[in-house]
């Protein structure tokens, strides 16, 4: 008997699972990249204000101080502002690492289901030749004996 195709279906649709599972794995990932490095350029922002602090202290400019300060500010309110941000993409990654491996852990279940049942029906075709050869050969074997039964 050949492995049902309710089997195969299963096995097509834990498939089709599995690749939305990985594309939301994939996207949750790439909202993460972003937050990220939109957080490393806040911080850059962050550190040229501190060097246009440093630099006016040297030159006495009053006005490049009060925009180094500024710049410093909004890098650290921008930076608090993505903080979380980025604590709630972390988690949404995790969340969709796991529902993927889940969905993957499921389809290898389905394909190992397949694959047993792919091998008994192979046994069992083997099984069924090699009784059909010795229903043969044990009918022509007291045909070939002659008159002696068939010993030689």
Same mark, same amino acid.
């Given at each position: =008997?050949?492995?049902?195709?309710?089997?195969?279906?299963?096995? $097509?649709?834990?498939? =089709?699972?599995?690749?939305? $599972?990985?594309?939301?794995?994939?996207?949750?990932?790439?909202?993460?990249?972003?937050?990220?490095?939109?957080?490393?350029?806040?911080?850059?922002?962050?550190?040229?204000?501190?060097?246009?602090?440093?630099?006016?202290?040297?030159?006495?400019?009053?006005?490049?101080?009060?925009?180094?300060?500024?710049? =410093?500010?909004?890098?650290?309110?921008?930076?608090?502002?993505?903080?979380?941000?980025?604590?709630?993409?972390?988690?949404?990654?995790?969340?969709? $690492?796991?529902?993927?491996?889940?969905?993957?852990?499921?389809?290898?279940?389905?394909?190992?289901?397949?694959?047993?049942?792919?091998?008994?029906?192979?046994?069992?075709?083997?099984?069924?030749?090699?009784?059909?050869?010795?229903?043969?050969?044990?009918?022509?074997?007291?045909?070939?004996?002659?008159?002696?039964?068939?010993?030689?």
């Amino acid at each position: =008997m050949a492995v049902p195709r309710a089997m195969r279906r299963l096995l $097509r649709i834990r498939g =089709m699972e599995e690749e939305q $599972r990985q594309a939301a794995l994939e996207s949750a990932l790439g909202d993460l990249s972003r937050l990220e490095a939109a957080l490393a350029a806040v911080q850059a922002r962050e550190r040229r204000g501190r060097r246009l602090v440093t630099a006016s202290a040297e030159t006495g400019e009053f006005m490049d101080r009060i925009a180094g300060l500024e710049e =410093m500010r909004a890098g650290r309110r921008h930076a608090a502002a993505l903080t979380p941000r980025i604590a709630e993409a972390e988690l949404a990654v995790t969340a969709r $690492r796991r529902e993927f491996l889940a969905k993957r852990v499921e389809r290898r279940q389905v394909e190992s289901l397949i694959q047993k049942a792919e091998v008994n029906e192979a046994v069992q075709a083997g099984r069924r030749a090699q009784g059909e050869l010795d229903g043969w050969f044990l009918s022509r074997a007291p045909r070939r004996g002659g008159a002696d039964g068939g010993a030689r």
